[in-house]
């Protein structure tokens, strides 16, 4: 199922970092475009569930598979940034 999220591949650049604002335990997964980005998936922030589905939302929108992102801070917050290498 292709989900509806915005298209961000405009910003995939290599170096470039995305300032997220995220919301586990959402009612479903979504992007808000703005600045923070407001991620909003529907797992928990437990065992870096929500970690994981924020990278995997993230990949999806850019167009870029998960192992070009990385977490650089954050991990345990709200306010996260992350990385596309």
């Given at each position: 199922m292709k989900r509806d999220l915005p298209d961000l591949s405009a910003l995939a650049v290599p170096g470039a970092v995305f300032l997220i604002r995220a919301?586990?335990?959402?009612?479903?997964d979504r992007i808000e475009p703005g600045t923070p980005l407001r991620i909003h998936v529907?797992?928990?922030?437990?065992?870096?569930?929500?970690?994981?589905?924020?990278?995997a939302l993230m990949a999806e929108a850019l167009g870029v598979s998960k192992s070009?992102?990385?977490?650089?801070?954050?991990?345990?917050?709200?306010?996260k940034a992350i990385r596309l290498d």
């Open positions: 919301t586990p335990k959402a009612s479903r529907t797992a928990p922030a437990d065992k870096g569930a929500a970690n994981a589905a924020i990278l070009r992102l990385t977490l650089i801070r954050g991990a345990t917050g709200r306010d």
